[in-house]
């Protein structure tokens, strides 16, 4: 095996370092919101957002105004983005089917998928509004069912950005707040005194808001770790160097620590790409943004084979993973872990970002390897049940019961089965004795 750095990013030692603060300023952060309450909501807000209305909720012609300075060509792709993320969650959401089963006569097992029953979806909108956040959350939450969908996006120049109100407003929003950071995903987990705490959080965000759903998690739920936006092009040399630079760069422009990473078994395409990615920055408007993410977060990595480039692959576990390959089906079959696939050249992750269907709340920092992204059925909760029909089956299943239970030492188990036993079996079991 044979695996070739031709650039890296910073160290491993210094990113978890960046780490630490965050976490410090976080935890802080979220202690000031839970003893002050508003107070601190709004002083964060003040000073970080340069924003401190009357109220951060918006009532209802308030919403109406901001709608109404969205153009209707912006409506419309709105729109039509909502269609095809909508069409893709009430598919998934029908994949869902509630059972029940007769394991043995007289005895049914079964389960419930049954919503969440409030969230706190957070939309950013830091350095760039971002519209498609609420159709990704707010709108699947809706398909759902979730009954109290809360949302919450920080203010654009001293006011609600016009198309993230629209696109909440439209997805399903109950109550929409213009807040942003921390502030916004302590009030919504933690309450104030004008902000109601929802059972969950979702939504990507910047590393202080990936944090902050972190050390949240336990006192409410969130879908997933969605930090910083990731990227990897898997690319050999059925694909162009132009292709592999545009990619990368497309989500460097997310902010200064967006990882950017080819892999692939063409030196001639890494050097390429190289040369590629240097020209684009000189001509793209968000340099300033993409160029410090590629010097710092950037990397090529040049494989001898597809195995190798595989391996890599589910190593590193990017969040988006766009293959551009003479075999992308065969990545499909074996990739294990990465936030979502973009297969071959013709699609790309923007699409995934925006509206193509797919939800792009998605993995960040190797959380590929255990969950998927935010889709309808991370606002479901499955619930299992039971119910026995006949005496025969709880005197029989009780049997087992009792004995499994004095196996493992619990006599008041064992006599929650015995009692069933003795009242529906008709048959005498000693008081704490295992059931013959």
Same mark, same amino acid.
């Given at each position: 095996?044979?695996?070739?750095?031709?650039?890296?990013?910073?160290?491993?030692?210094?990113?978890?370092?960046?780490? +630490?603060?965050?976490?410090?300023?976080?935890?802080?952060?979220?202690?000031?919101?839970?003893?002050?309450?508003?107070?601190?909501?709004? @002083?964060?807000?003040?000073?970080?957002?340069?924003?401190?209305?009357?109220?951060?909720?918006?009532?209802?012609?308030?919403?109406?105004?901001?709608?109404?300075?969205?153009?209707?060509?912006?409506?419309?792709?709105?729109?039509?983005?909502?269609?095809?993320?909508?069409?893709?969650?009430?598919?998934?959401?029908?994949?869902?089917?509630?059972?029940?089963?007769?394991?043995?006569?007289?005895?049914?097992?079964?389960?419930?998928?049954?919503?969440?029953?409030?969230?706190?979806?957070?939309?950013?909108?830091?350095?760039? $509004?971002?519209?498609?956040?609420? /159709?990704?959350?707010? =709108?699947? +939450?809706?398909?759902?069912?979730?009954?109290?969908?809360?949302?919450?996006? $920080?203010?654009?120049?001293?006011?609600? /950005?016009?198309?993230?109100?629209?696109?909440?407003?439209?997805?399903?929003? /109950?109550?929409?707040?213009?807040?942003?950071?921390?502030?916004?995903?302590?009030?919504?987990?933690?309450?104030?005194?004008?902000?109601?705490?929802?059972?969950?959080?979702?939504? $990507?965000?910047?590393?202080?808001?990936?944090?902050?759903?972190?050390? =949240?998690?336990?006192?409410?739920?969130?879908?997933?770790?969605?930090?910083?936006?990731?990227?990897?092009?898997?690319? @050999?040399?059925?694909?162009?160097?132009?292709?592999?630079? *545009?990619?990368? #760069?497309?989500?460097? %422009?997310?902010?200064?620590?967006?990882?950017?990473?080819?892999?692939?078994?063409? %030196?001639?395409?890494?050097?390429?790409?190289?040369?590629?990615?240097?020209?684009? #920055?000189?001509?793209? $408007? *968000?340099?300033?943004? +993409?160029?410090?993410?590629?010097?710092?977060?950037?990397?090529?990595?040049?494989?001898? *084979?597809? %195995?190798?480039?595989?391996?890599?692959?589910?190593?590193?576990?990017?969040? /988006?993973?766009?293959?551009?390959?003479?075999?992308?089906?065969?990545? !499909?079959?074996?990739?294990?872990?990465?936030?979502? #696939?973009?297969?071959?050249?013709?699609?790309?992750? +923007?699409?995934?970002?925006?509206?193509?269907?797919?939800?792009?709340? !998605?993995?960040?920092?190797?959380?590929?390897?255990?969950?998927?992204?935010?889709?309808?059925?991370?606002?479901?909760?499955?619930?299992?049940?039971?119910?026995?029909?006949?005496?025969?089956?709880?005197?029989?299943?009780?049997?087992?019961?009792?004995?499994?239970?004095?196996?493992?030492?619990?006599?008041?188990?064992?006599?929650?089965?015995?009692?069933?036993?003795?009242?529906?079996?008709?048959?005498?079991?000693?008081?704490?004795?295992?059931? %013959?």
């Amino acid at each position: 095996m044979s695996i070739r750095y031709m650039k890296q990013g910073r160290a491993a030692a210094e990113r978890a370092e960046d780490d +630490a603060k965050v976490r410090t300023l976080v935890e802080a952060t979220l202690k000031d919101i839970e003893t002050r309450g508003d107070a601190a909501v709004r @002083d964060l807000s003040a000073k970080f957002d340069n924003f401190s209305p009357a109220s951060f909720r918006l009532n209802a012609s308030e919403i109406e105004a901001a709608v109404n300075k969205v153009s209707a060509r912006d409506m419309d792709d709105i729109r039509f983005a909502q269609t095809q993320i909508r069409k893709f969650a009430e598919a998934q959401r029908a994949s869902m089917t509630d059972i029940e089963i007769e394991t043995m006569p007289g005895v049914f097992l079964g389960h419930r998928n049954i919503p969440v029953q409030s969230v706190g979806c957070y939309v950013p909108g830091g350095k760039y $509004p971002m519209v498609a956040s609420a /159709h990704m959350s707010v =709108l699947t +939450a809706s398909v759902a069912g979730v009954p109290r969908i809360a949302a919450a996006a $920080p203010a654009q120049k001293g006011e609600p /950005h016009p198309a993230i109100v629209a696109a909440m407003h439209l997805g399903g929003a /109950h109550e929409i707040y213009v807040l942003g950071g921390i502030q916004a995903i302590g009030a919504m987990a933690l309450g104030t005194e004008t902000i109601r705490p929802v059972d969950m959080l979702v939504g $990507p965000g910047n590393a202080f808001v990936a944090e902050a759903k972190r050390q =949240l998690y336990g006192r409410v739920g969130i879908d997933l770790f969605a930090g910083p936006t990731e990227t990897m092009v898997i690319a @050999d040399e059925t694909v162009d160097a132009e292709m592999c630079a *545009t990619d990368l #760069l497309g989500q460097a %422009e997310h902010g200064y620590n967006s990882p950017a990473v080819l892999v692939t078994n063409s %030196e001639t395409l890494a050097k390429a790409t190289i040369a590629e990615i240097d020209r684009i #920055l000189g001509i793209l $408007p *968000t340099a300033e943004t +993409a160029s410090v993410s590629w010097r710092e977060y950037g990397e090529i990595i040049v494989c001898d *084979t597809y %195995e190798e480039m595989l391996d890599v692959a589910d190593d590193i576990a990017s969040e /988006h993973v766009q293959v551009m390959t003479d075999r992308d089906d065969w990545f !499909l079959e074996n990739m294990h872990s990465y936030g979502a #696939l973009f297969l071959g050249p013709r699609t790309n992750v +923007a699409n995934g970002d925006k509206v193509i269907g797919t939800n792009h709340t !998605l993995p960040t920092k190797k959380a590929g390897r255990y969950t998927g992204g935010l889709w309808v059925g991370k606002f479901l909760k499955t619930h299992s049940y039971q119910r026995v029909t006949t005496d025969k089956a709880a005197a029989e299943i009780g049997a087992y019961c009792s004995r499994l239970s004095m196996l493992e030492g619990f006599v008041g188990h064992a006599e929650q089965a015995n009692l069933r036993v003795r009242r529906y079996g008709n048959r005498d079991v000693a008081y704490g004795e295992a059931a %013959e």
